[in-house]
């Protein structure tokens, strides 16, 4: 007579080492964090935000839960730099700040820069006022999850009238070499009034083992204070991510956020902009190249609560092998925000039958002096196009190449730093003439 295996409960496994674990900073937060965790529980095929997002059963399957950090001999970081990218470096290696690899350039004067563990002592008026804030640990049990067990993260603050001259790249590195790893990253950015900020973050790992990465990213942009922001998800490691990144923006702000998906066994990730003044400006460019069996799901929120503000969100997807893509985008025109323009475009291209997208743009609006769009497309490359570049001498690998291309650059133009800018260019072509 066989023994019946006994049902793997991530949840209580998840609670259970809360509780076995020591925390020193905010263990009020954490706690209530832990309670919305207990009562949202983890997401399953029936819970309409991840319905198309297996999570907890990649959960179940990869991982065995603790809260412990995997320890890591890793010394060398140069392979995953951006090539002559003249930059604050600041790197986590499991989940944990690693003070030999990082070098800040940016002097005292410019911006303060701390651990989140030593800005709880360091600046405890601007942790008290924003830490935590924008992330909504009511409703998403994964900000919860992040928001309970963070054991690492930076702080960033911007005085007013200045403008941080060298970008943050943050570079956050999973060493599964020995075991797996569970880490839970925060980011903290206070920008004050008339100031200037540029934070590139990047995303690897090292080893064979699975990673599970959480991280929760705040950034209150203040009157007339500017912000480019650049996510790239390009992990060849067997890694499963979910991401919070949420933007709190004053009057006359402006924003500019790009995020690049290219690898990946699941990445998942919540992008929450909350325009909260008059005459703001906002730019949101996403793209994500798949192939394999990678999951890339982007749900993005676009709250306008003031009258008088700008947004242009713009995500694509190409799909390959059995790789699937999900967008699902909602904008908010709250009742006083008149005059708003806000517009969102979703555009997708499937090179294989086994491939897959499921898109859904939406539009709330309780405003009636407003101009709003929102829009999809899905479809294959255009076989005449192909065609007419074949018969002026070009392959149809190569001809398949420049098309997908032409698709895909266009969300590229509005990035700023132009070393950040030839490195994403040069990840694009390299990725659509070797893999699709």
């Not at 403008?163 to 060493?175: A, C, G, M, T, Y």
């Not at 790992?205 to 203040?222: D, L, R, W, Y």
């Not at 291309?405 to 070797?434: C, G, M, Q, T, W």
């Amino acid at each position: 007579m066989s023994a019946v295996a006994e049902k793997k409960d991530t949840k209580a496994d998840i609670i259970k080492s809360f509780h076995q674990s020591t925390f020193e900073e905010a263990t009020i937060n954490r706690a209530k964090a832990i309670a919305a965790f207990e009562k949202l529980g983890l997401p399953t095929a029936k819970t309409e935000e991840y319905r198309f997002t297996p999570i907890t059963r990649n959960l179940d399957k990869h991982f065995v839960w603790k809260s412990n950090v995997t320890p890591s001999s890793l010394s060398f970081i140069s392979e995953f730099l951006i090539p002559d990218l003249d930059a604050n470096i600041v790197v986590f290696v499991n989940g944990t700040y690693s003070k030999s690899l990082s070098k800040i350039i940016s002097s005292d004067t410019q911006v303060k820069v701390k651990t989140l563990r030593e800005a709880f002592q360091s600046h405890p008026e601007i942790i008290g006022q924003h830490f935590d804030k924008l992330v909504n640990s009511e409703t998403d049990p994964f900000a919860a999850l992040n928001s309970a067990f963070w054991q690492d993260g930076l702080f960033i603050h911007v005085p007013a009238n200045t403008k941080v001259e060298q970008p943050f790249f943050i570079l956050h590195i999973n060493d599964t070499t020995v075991s797996q790893v569970i880490a839970h990253t925060r980011l903290l950015a206070v920008v004050e009034s008339n100031s200037e900020l540029s934070v590139f973050e990047k995303f690897d790992s090292t080893g064979k083992e699975p990673a599970f990465h959480t991280f929760s990213e705040e950034f209150v942009i203040q009157e007339n204070a500017q912000l480019e922001y650049c996510k790239i998800q390009n992990d060849h490691g067997n890694s499963y991510q979910v991401a919070n990144s949420l933007i709190h923006q004053s009057n006359s702000s402006k924003v500019n956020t790009f995020t690049l998906t290219l690898d990946g066994q699941l990445v998942r990730n919540n992008f929450g902009i909350t325009i909260d003044g008059e005459n703001c400006e906002s730019h949101f460019y996403g793209l994500y190249l798949l192939n394999d069996d990678t999951l890339a799901d982007n749900h993005t929120v676009v709250d306008h609560k003031k009258p008088n503000s700008f947004s242009n969100e713009m995500y694509k997807g190409i799909m390959d092998g059995t790789s699937k893509g999900v967008f699902n985008g909602k904008i908010f025109v709250r009742p006083h925000a008149q005059k708003t323009n806000a517009f969102q475009s979703n555009r997708n291209i499937l090179i294989s039958e086994t491939a897959g997208v499921n898109t859904k743009p939406q539009l709330e609006i309780w405003a009636d002096d407003v101009k709003c769009s929102h829009g999809c497309t899905t479809g294959q490359l255009d076989e005449e196009a192909v065609f007419y570049l074949q018969s002026r001498g070009i392959s149809h690998t190569t001809a398949k190449a420049m098309l997908l291309y032409a698709f895909a650059s266009e969300v590229l133009e509005p990035i700023k730093n132009e070393k950040l800018k030839e490195y994403l260019d040069h990840l694009i072509s390299e990725r659509l003439h070797k893999d699709f």
